[in-house]
C-alpha cells in the first residue's frame, strides 16, 4: 500500500503466523491474561503498550488467540478505555509537538506542511470514529484545545 501524502511506497511490515491457535507452551488461561491486561490498564498503559508488555514480560505472544477477544475489547468490557482512541491520541501529540516547533520557527514552512498533513488525519480519523460511535457526534477537534484534551 501506498502512503497517505507522497508518492512513496509502503514499508514492509512482519506477518503474525499463519496458524492461530494457543500454544501449548503457554500457561496462561483467559480468564488470567484477561486480569493482566486490566490490571496493566489501571497502571497507565494504553492498548499497544500493553501488548507489548504480555509478549515481552509474560511470553504472550497473541492475545486474541487465547481470549478470541481483542485486547480493545476486553478494555471496554471492563470499562477502563480511555475516552479518545490511541491513535488519534498519537496524531493529537504530534500535532502539539509540530505547533510547538513552529512556535520558535516561524519561517519553516515544511514544518507548517507537515501540521496541515497532520490535522487533515486527525479530522479523517475523528470522522471515522464519529462513524463508528466511539466519538460523540458534536465532538470537534481544535488546535488551540489539544494540549488539554491530552493533558
Do not use: F
Not at 507452551?25 to 508488555?53: P, T
Amino acid at each position: 500500500m501506498a502512503r497517505m501524502h507522497s508518492g512513496k511506497k509502503g514499508k514492509a511490515g512482519s506477518k503474525k503466523p499463519a496458524v492461530k491457535r494457543k500454544p501449548t507452551w503457554l500457561r496462561y488461561s483467559n480468564k488470567e491474561v484477561e486480569s493482566l491486561i486490566v490490571k496493566l490498564a489501571k497502571a497507565g498503559n494504553n492498548s499497544s503498550q500493553i501488548g507489548l508488555i504480555l509478549r515481552d514480560s509474560y511470553g504472550i505472544p497473541d492475545v486474541k488467540v487465547i481470549t478470541n477477544k481483542r485486547i480493545c475489547q476486553i478494555l471496554e468490557e471492563n470499562k477502563v478505555q480511555t475516552k479518545l482512541p490511541e491513535d488519534l491520541i498519537a496524531l493529537i501529540k504530534k500535532d502539539i509537538d509540530i505547533m510547538k516547533h513552529l512556535e520558535t520557527n516561524k519561517k519553516d514552512m515544511t514544518a507548517k506542511r507537515g501540521q496541515l498533513l497532520t490535522e487533515s488525519k486527525i479530522n479523517r480519523l475523528v470522522k471515522y470514529y464519529k462513524n463508528v460511535g466511539r466519538l460523540d457526534a458534536s465532538w470537534k477537534y481544535e488546535r488551540k484545545d489539544a494540549k488539554l484534551l491530552i493533558g
